[in-house]
């Protein structure tokens, strides 16, 4: 995440609501999980700077020249100087604890619906086609569709990384859903 994006994320008026900004939120998340678990897996590797060196020379002989514009060395530099990812990552991610915090609790009430079990779901009527025929002809309106669209374990990657990088955000209404996510993974 680099330094410019972060600072305009942190100073814009960015609603991140799952149920109001669906797309926006769902892909802040989405880079936010990827960038964590990079980094997390190039902390994990002794080689990393052997690896993206061969990868650099194995990338300018497939396109015959090499690119001025890549800059592999400020990576390899980057990726050595990472020697406690998580810690590094905590402290990258700082400027955008409170948007991250704000984006995870939207997702708690979609959690909670999502990660009932078979009894609950009864009790709430969830399949109500089964129990009532005459109900099968008529369509369902979801005021979120993409809400409805995303999966349990999508939720619970969103809510263990976000809550990883952003551990300021883990208050005690908040440890529900952590614990749910933790449990199902």
């Known amino acids: 995440v680099s330094t410019q994006s972060t600072g305009n994320i942190s100073v814009e008026a960015m609603s991140f609501d799952i149920r109001v900004n669906f797309s926006l939120t769902a892909n802040f998340l989405d880079i936010l999980c990827r ?3 990079m980094i997390i897996l190039l902390g994990k590797h002794e080689h990393v700077k052997a690896i993206i060196g061969m ?4 990338y300018d002989k497939s396109c015959g020249e090499q690119d001025p514009s890549r800059d592999f060395h400020r990576l390899s ?5 990472c020697d406690t990812p998580l810690k590094k990552l905590v402290d990258e991610i700082l400027p955008l604890s409170l948007r991250v915090g704000l984006a995870l609790k939207s997702l708690h009430n979609l959690h909670n619906e999502k990660n009932l079990h078979i009894n609950e ?5 969830v399949y109500k086609l089964i129990s009532q ?3 099968s002809a008529e369509p369902v309106v979801a005021p979120d569709p993409g809400c409805k669209m995303i999966s349990l374990d999508k939720l619970n990657e969103w809510i263990l990384y976000g809550y990883l990088v952003c551990p300021s955000q883990l208050n005690s209404s908040d440890q529900k859903a952590w614990k749910n ?3 199902d993974s």
Not at 55 to 58: D, F
Not at 121 to 125: A, G, W, Y
């Open 181 to 183: 996510a933790l449990s």
């Open 121 to 125: 779901m009864r009790d709430h009527s």
């Open 35 to 37: 960038y964590v678990k």
């Open 133 to 135: 025929n005459g109900l």
């Open 77 to 81: 530099n980057l990726v050595e100087s």
């Open 55 to 58: 990868y650099n020379i194995i």
